[in-house]
């Protein structure tokens, strides 16, 4: 176990936690999926994927959701865990321009621009894009693009950071972190899982924007905890810990205990803006449907924050001796 890691007994801790029942057949249909595609390039990438257990990582995240949501954000998982490493792991991840270069098939899919023949990666994402968007909104499509498209930006801004040995300014890492993370594109999915696109008036609101950005903070602060040590000593400073004792010029340990503490805010932030969503959709006089479907969405965000801790304290993804990172 990491010598960091969200502090017991706190409210981070405080959401709920309950692991799905479909994780095993979520984790075999995916790694069908993965070879059927031919994404892995080696065996020790495919080897890696079932070690991860993202079919796992997607049961605990979304407990509720149908087998076949649940093998979707499995693939999803698992797709971002290939990509990430072969950044991260290779030259690519401190070379801007040449990571640009060789994500712009995935910026062409994830924009729906692409035109030639296409990469097993592009092929795998245009899957996920078409099967998640399937019976969703062409707002909540768009969305989920945009988002798939900062997050292959966020990861060349990364990269551009690395390769001139620079730490990130703290004032706008929380922006980019939740952005070469990976957690708008991935929290659209809990819309699907729950049945639907949440109206625009209340997806773009304050309050559902609150609770939004302080779930993924949570999800990508907590992450930070548990691997601070891991990525200290591979010299990668993309860590919210990392950041504020170097910018403070403070001991990991004291910056870990103020990133704690930012998360107990950012708990109560979620919780406030949970209040005033129920409250605006009442003022709205939006249908009865459309207030549920927010409070669960609302709901759902929690649980996976809660879940992703849970995994994140279980897999051999965040321990020593293993691939470096994890779903940031």
């Known amino acids: 176990m990491l010598s960091t890691r969200p502090v017991e007994g706190s409210a981070i801790w405080?959401?709920?936690?309950?692991?799905?029942?479909?994780?095993?057949?979520?984790?075999?249909?995916?790694?069908?999926?993965?070879?059927?595609?031919?994404?892995?390039?080696?065996?020790?990438?495919?080897?890696?994927?079932?070690?991860?257990?993202p079919g796992l990582l997607a049961a605990w995240c979304h407990p509720e959701a149908t087998e076949a949501?649940?093998?979707?954000?499995?693939?999803?998982?698992?797709?971002?865990?290939?990509?990430?490493?072969?950044?991260?792991?290779?030259?690519?991840g401190r070379?801007?321009?040449?990571?640009?270069?060789?994500?712009?098939?995935?910026?062409?899919?994830?924009?729906?621009?692409?035109?030639?023949?296409?990469?097993?990666?592009?092929r795998a994402l245009e899957e996920i894009i078409g099967e998640a968007s399937a019976g969703m909104s062409d707002a909540w499509q768009l969305r989920f693009r945009q988002h798939v498209s900062a997050y292959l930006s966020a990861c060349v801004w990364q990269a551009a950071h690395r390769q001139a040995a620079q730490v990130p300014f703290p004032g706008t890492f929380p922006y980019w972190r939740r952005a070469f993370g990976a957690i708008m594109p991935t929290f659209d999915l809990?819309?699907?899982?729950?049945?639907?696109?949440?109206?625009?008036?209340?997806?773009?609101?304050?309050?559902?924007?609150?609770?939004?950005v302080a779930a993924a903070d949570l999800v990508c602060?907590?992450?930070?905890?548990?691997?601070?040590?891991?990525?200290?000593?591979?010299?990668?400073?993309?860590n919210l810990v990392l950041v504020t004792?170097?910018?403070?010029l403070q001991a990991r340990r004291v910056a870990a205990a103020e990133v704690s503490a930012a998360c107990e805010r950012r708990v109560r932030t979620y919780t406030a803006a949970?209040?005033?969503?129920?409250?605006?959709?009442?003022?709205?006089?939006?249908?009865?449907?459309?207030?549920?479907?927010?409070?669960?969405?609302?709901?759902?965000?929690?649980?996976?924050?809660?879940?992703?801790?849970e995994w994140g304290l279980r897999t051999p993804r965040y321990?020593?001796?293993?691939?470096?990172?994890?779903?940031?």
């Open 14 to 53: 405080s959401g709920p936690a309950r692991c799905g029942p479909h994780a095993d057949t979520a984790d075999a249909r995916t790694l069908v999926w993965v070879d059927a595609g031919e994404l892995c390039d080696d065996a020790a990438e495919r080897e890696n994927l079932i070690r991860i257990r």
């Open 69 to 92: 949501d649940l093998t979707l954000s499995a693939k999803w998982m698992a797709w971002l865990f290939l990509l990430d490493d072969r950044i991260d792991e290779s030259d690519l």
């Open 95 to 122: 070379d801007a321009d040449r990571l640009e270069e060789h994500l712009h098939d995935l910026q062409a899919t994830a924009l729906g621009t692409l035109d030639s023949e296409s990469r097993p990666m592009s």
């Open 190 to 212: 809990v819309e699907r899982t729950n049945g639907g696109a949440l109206p625009s008036s209340v997806y773009y609101s304050r309050a559902y924007q609150d609770l939004l």
């Open 221 to 238: 602060w907590t992450n930070d905890l548990m691997t601070v040590d891991k990525e200290a000593a591979h010299g990668d400073l993309h």
């Open 245 to 248: 004792a170097h910018e403070r």
């Open 274 to 309: 949970c209040r005033e969503l129920s409250a605006l959709t009442a003022a709205l006089g939006l249908p009865d449907t459309v207030r549920t479907d927010a409070d669960r969405c609302a709901a759902s965000l929690r649980v996976w924050v809660r879940g992703h801790l």
């Open 319 to 328: 321990h020593s001796g293993t691939t470096r990172t994890g779903r940031d």
